[in-house]
């Protein structure tokens, strides 16, 4: 509390030192009320029920990682891990069902804040966007069917230019092909849905699949009456960090995810989200290091 003491001579002048003394606590007292406000509205601002809402771009069929249910609501591995940053850094995400290759154009007009489905990490990537600390690994496998004289499951991607390939056809996978195979060259084949590229594999539509290795083994117990065989080896089967991406203009944002993420790696809920979408508990190697 300020005090104001001052030794005049004349009355006029007490007078007139009180009330200015009358005036600076009257100001001490508004800015004291100022202050208590801005920290009320600090509080509320950082309540659950005011967390900032923020779209989020997800495939919407990239099971187990995101997939929406039958109720239409976001789930998975992916939705989990983005949900658990959300509780930390008081972020609720609404996740968008999004086709892959519409993703990145919803992130560059700025229709979604984040995306996320097997964005792999990359130099390039990195330079054109805002990029998350790995949050899993990624790898892709070939997949073929064990029939009559079934012969052994080609192992490179290079091997794949004398067979018949099915993939996803609205992912990287059909750019990666022709690298091999030749534009437009026939015998690959792109489908809508990775359950579409197991059930056109099983049905003879192709020889071999390429995919994605967790997305494959979630949809083979859709066949439990056929044996499938993965194979893949070399640097583009080996697995692949997988990153969140956001604009080149939220680096604050993700700085918070980034923050939210070493987080859940550390109290153990990484873990935990781990086992109930991928069946095992994570190994070491399984758990991105915190940076």
């Keep these: 509390m300020r005090h104001c003491f001052k030794m005049v001579a004349l009355a006029l002048t007490v007078t007139l030192s009180l009330t200015a003394c009358n005036k600076s606590q009257q100001a001490d007292s508004q800015q004291t009320t100022a202050t208590s406000t801005t920290n009320?509205?600090?509080?509320?601002?950082?309540?659950?029920?005011?967390?900032?809402?923020?779209?989020?771009?997800?495939?919407n069929d990239y099971p187990p990682y995101d997939f929406f249910d039958e109720k239409g609501q976001a789930t998975g591995f992916d939705v989990d891990i983005l949900r658990e940053i959300g509780e930390k850094q008081n972020i609720q995400f609404d996740f968008m069902p999004t086709k892959w290759d519409s993703i990145v154009d919803g992130l560059e007009n700025k229709q979604f804040k984040i995306a996320l489905s097997g964005f792999a990490y990359s130099d390039e990537r990195a330079e054109k966007y805002q990029v998350s600390n790995t949050y899993a690994y990624g790898q892709d496998i070939i997949v073929s069917v064990k029939?009559?004289?079934?012969?052994?499951?080609?192992?490179?991607?290079?091997?794949?230019?004398?067979?018949?390939?099915?993939?996803?056809?609205?992912?990287?996978?059909?750019?990666e092909l022709e690298s091999v195979m030749g534009k437009g060259n026939p015998n690959i084949k792109g489908v809508e849905t990775s359950l579409m590229v197991l059930q056109g594999l099983v049905n003879g539509e192709a020889d071999v699949a390429l995919t994605d290795k967790i997305v494959a083994q979630y949809y083979t117990k859709s066949f439990p009456d056929v044996e499938f065989e993965f194979g893949g080896e070399g640097e583009y089967f080996e697995p692949y960090p997988l990153v969140m991406v956001a604009h080149k203009d939220e680096a604050q944002l993700m700085q918070k995810v980034n923050a939210g993420l070493a987080d859940i790696i550390a109290d153990g809920t990484y873990a935990t989200i781990y086992k109930k979408w991928f069946g095992t508990e994570p190994t070491a190697q399984d758990i991105p290091k915190i940076k």
Excluded at 40 to 59: C, F, M, R, W, Y
Excluded at 147 to 166: A, R
């Design 40 to 59: 009320s509205q600090e509080k509320i601002a950082s309540s659950p029920e005011n967390a900032l809402t923020l779209t989020v771009g997800v495939d």
């Design 147 to 175: 029939k009559p004289n079934h012969t052994q499951t080609p192992k490179t991607l290079e091997s794949l230019k004398d067979h018949k390939v099915i993939t996803l056809g609205d992912s990287p996978y059909i750019e």
